[in-house]
């Protein structure tokens, strides 16, 4: 059963912008959505998936290629992760990934250890 799946992908121009959900579904998360920390990953052409961006019990995190740029957010009610994209530059251009995980012991809130995962959704950067 698949119980993250992204939407929202598509093209556009670079200085555009995008918004990405990830709506979760099933018995896992039927009670429990609020417990899990949230991740996006991306993976750009010919590279490994990396992370970017989290949101746990006390806040966020970003990369600094996305700071300022990626708002990460969260509706515990709806169960779905957001992903506002302001600022698109060519170098965006990814399958992006969300996914819901455990934060560690010791570790920061927004330190996230993925356990389910999206499918994907392609976004595409023109210059």
């Known amino acids: 059963q698949v119980q993250l799946m992204e939407s929202g992908g598509g093209s556009v121009q670079a200085g555009g912008s995008l918004s990405l959900s990830c709506a979760a579904s099933g018995y896992t998360f039927v009670f429990t959505y609020s417990a899990y920390c949230l991740v996006w990953f991306l993976q750009a052409p010919e590279k490994e998936r990396e992370w970017f961006s989290s949101i746990g019990r006390d806040g966020t995190s970003y990369t600094d290629s996305v700071q300022g740029r990626f708002t990460i957010s969260r509706d515990n009610a709806k169960r779905t992760l957001y992903l506002q994209m302001n600022s698109l530059k060519p170098e965006d251009t990814a399958v992006y990934y969300c996914?819901?995980?455990?934060?560690?012991?010791?570790?920061?809130?927004?330190?996230?250890?993925?356990?389910?995962w999206g499918q994907g959704t392609q976004v595409t950067v023109s210059s």
């Open positions: 996914a819901a995980g455990f934060t560690p012991p010791l570790k920061p809130s927004t330190w996230c250890a993925p356990r389910y």
